[in-house]
């Protein structure tokens, strides 16, 4: 009868020393940190890490959450933002898309850029015939005609090309 009360004593004093033994060790600094850059191991965990507002704080801000969730979330403020941040945006992707993350997530980041590259496909408007017919014959100098034949040759390389390639690419798909 008297045992389960004896090892109640017994673990509570135990808890009770260590308390008190690690209390008097903080005061007068028995252990230091040898470098700088560990100290943030020491620091003691008493005060909350997190800034996770109460219930109260919550119910006044709800419909103000809300209103601008929905102003972030809409096409004229994306379009905005992904135009004022183009460059840093692209300058961040090499840090933000780590190979792991290209191999997790490759499906989903192709068809995001498909949805990009499409978007943008139709902003660009396509040649008419009304606008072709506004050019007439040019006369260019013999280095400028060598280049244009340079690029033309190119182009057409580049579409043989395509055309050998793309039918390798659906059977992978």
């Not at 509570?12 to 008190?20: D, L």
């Not at 096409?75 to 090499?94: C, G, M």
């Not at 943008?120 to 280049?147: T, W």
């Amino acid at each position: 009868r008297i045992a389960p009360v004896v090892v109640f004593v017994s673990y509570a004093s135990c808890v009770f020393t260590e308390w008190f033994v690690l209390k008097v060790a903080k005061k007068i600094d028995l252990w230091r940190v040898k470098h700088e850059s560990t100290a943030w191991l020491t620091q003691t965990q008493e005060e909350d890490e997190f800034d996770i507002p109460g219930w109260e704080d919550l119910k006044g801000a709800s419909h103000d959450a809300y209103m601008m969730n929905q102003r972030i979330t809409s096409e004229t403020f994306r379009f905005k933002f992904l135009n004022y941040n183009r460059a840093w945006l692209i300058s961040q992707l090499p840090n933000i898309l780590t190979p792991r993350t290209l191999r997790r997530s490759r499906p989903y980041l192709i068809n995001q850029f498909t949805r990009i590259l499409n978007q943008l496909n139709q902003d660009i408007s396509s040649d008419s015939e009304d606008e072709s017919a506004k050019f007439g014959p040019v006369a260019l100098n013999a280095p400028s005609r060598q280049i244009i034949r340079w690029w033309l040759a190119q182009a057409r390389r580049r579409m043989r090309l395509r055309e050998v390639v793309q039918p390798l690419i659906a059977k992978a798909r």
